[in-house]
């Protein structure tokens, strides 16, 4: 007879519901695997058959046919080996309940304890959609899917658990759902109050912050370019519940894994050395990339110039549609990429330009290799060009010099900002200042009548291109939204004026 029980799979975040189904027959005593499985599942035939008979279950000398479908699904993944076990008890008559309603997550150990799954979140998520009641899933991955409701999660440390309960009606351990809090603890990051003066660049940080403007950071090594970049998280809004499950999502079908919800904004700081895959996503198991671990935080590179060529074009995209879609020959994948960019660079290739510290010695024919190099594939994607001077040490070893800025304080500027932006930016399918197309600024951004008349001399005077000219006014939008204003303002615009890239490059 035919025995039936359900797991699933993800492909990338897509997942794919999966049927086990278990016949046997007289023949060879063997357990067979059928279903497109890759070795690692023909190894769960092993770890499957040994859980079963420590569990105490008499394994058949019968020829036994797992089959996974649909067929045309590469599976490679160990998280069906539980469900395949539910569907050899069933079979054996060893548990006789209907399990239609439940779907089935778990890799065996030889002694039947369950081990961790990657893709819990997704996967819970998943089979809610799909209509089922409950779901078992092993113990270590209760706490990263305890805020999903609406369907009832059993989390079990053996096998042995659910075969009391199956052949003797003990009752599972069911998960106490978690009310979503995101844990924004400012003492854990880099503040702003941490670092002395640097104010123009934490002013800088703070509209990138608040219209989610990607920044390109200029300045001799040892002027903090890296601190003040890892800063930006404490000033950045909390996560919502919805961002927090989209982003442990990703983390949790990553090769990082995750162990429970992420609640707090992530800050990557991939090396330049770091492969194309490693960044963008991709290889065998198709895992995300830096980009996707980045997604809802910062992804900060420093030492630009470093990069792959190669590497930084294929970030243009992703900085554009804010995901990004790996293509592969088994398949392809997307993954969200919505990640506010930070870059830092050296002025030149010693580092020491326009340093009052050291004398730079390079030659006029390196600093033109360089400013090519610089002015790379992605800067089109960069609103803020920020110089970054080396602090005063006098003011330093100044203990009277305050800090006019702390994090608390710009983050609560950065929240009113964002509030004041969804209201103005509802129904354009944009959350940031930074995501509107030159056509929604024609049609959407007012400015006062001063404002007006200086953006027109600047166009004319500085000769800004299409580009630099809706730039300005985006970032111009976001410090009037710092400032509670709903249009912009002669002052705003004025203030916006020296991020431009043409003043530096
Ligand atoms: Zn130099």
């Known amino acids: 007879m035919l025995a039936r029980s359900y797991t699933a799979t993800t492909q990338g975040l897509n997942p794919i519901k999966i049927e086990v189904e278990v ?7 063997n357990l067979i695997i059928i279903g497109l499985p890759t070795k690692a599942v023909l190894e769960s035939k092993e770890r499957i058959t040994a859980a079963l008979i420590n569990c105490g279950i008499r394994i058949r000398c019968r ?3 797992v089959n996974l479908a649909p067929a045309d699904i590469q599976k490679s993944s160990p998280t069906f080996e539980l469900a395949i076990a539910i569907g050899m008890l069933k079979m054996y008559k060893e548990i006789n309940i209907n399990t239609d309603d439940t779907i089935f997550f778990g890799e065996l150990s030889l002694d039947g304890e369950l081990k ?28 990263e899917v305890s805020i999903i409701s609406g369907i009832t999660i059993y989390p079990l440390n053996h096998l042995r658990e659910y075969l009391a309960f199956a052949k003797k009606g003990k009752p599972l351990p069911k998960l106490v759902n978690e009310k979503f809090k995101s844990h924004h603890q400012l003492e854990k990051l880099i503040n702003f109050e941490d670092i002395y003066g640097q104010e123009n660049v934490k002013q800088a940080l703070t509209i990138a912050a608040a219209g989610g403007h990607n920044v390109l950071l200029i300045g001799p090594p040892g002027a903090g370019k890296s601190m003040l970049a890892q800063a ?43 492969s194309h895959v490693g960044l963008i996503g991709g290889g065998k198991h198709l895992y995300p990339g830096e980009i996707s ?43 969200p990429a919505a990640f506010t960019l930070i870059a ?22 390196a600093l033109e290799q360089y400013q090519r190099k610089l002015s790379g594939p992605i800067l089109d994607r960069i609103d803020l060009f920020v110089r970054v001077k080396p602090v005063d040490l006098k003011k330093i070893s100044d203990f009277t010099h305050e800090n ?38 024609r049609q959407k951004i007012k400015f006062s009548p001063a404002a007006k008349q200086l953006l027109m001399k600047a166009a004319v005077n500085l000769n800004l291109t299409a580009r630099g000219y809706f730039r300005l006014i985006k970032v111009a939008q976001t410090i009037a939204n710092l400032n509670q204003h709903p249009e912009i303002s002669k002052l705003h615009l004025a203030e916006a004026l020296p991020y431009r890239q043409d003043s530096f490059l």
């Open 116 to 143: 961790p799954i990657r893709g819990a979140l997704p996967l819970v998520i998943a089979a809610k959609q799909m209509g089922f009641d409950k779901v078992i899933l092993p113990a270590a991955n209760k706490k």
């Open 63 to 65: 020829r036994t046919v």
């Open 23 to 29: 016949d046997s027959n007289r023949g060879m005593p």
């Open 232 to 274: 930006m998280n404490s000033i950045l809004p909390p996560l919502t519940e919805q961002e927090a499950v989209e982003l442990t999502a990703i983390y949790s079908v990553s090769k990082i894994g995750v162990d429970s919800l992420i609640t707090q904004r992530p800050f990557r700081s991939p090396h330049h050395t770091t």
């Open 404 to 441: 006019k800025f702390s994090s608390s304080q710009l983050k609560q500027q950065v929240v009113l900002a964002r509030n004041l932006q969804s209201a103005f930016l509802a129904g354009l399918n944009c959350s940031t200042n930074s995501e509107l197309s030159s056509q929604q600024v």
């Open 344 to 365: 830092a660079a050296n002025p030149c290739p010693c580092g020491w330009q326009e340093s009052s510290q050291k004398i730079c010695r390079c030659s006029q024919f």
């Open 293 to 335: 671990l980045a997604h809802r935080g910062v992804l900060f590179l420093d030492e630009l110039t470093q990069f792959d060529r190669r590497c930084l074009e294929t970030l243009r995209q992703p900085l554009e549609d804010r995901q990004i879609t790996i293509v592969r020959a088994h398949g392809s994948v997307t993954y």
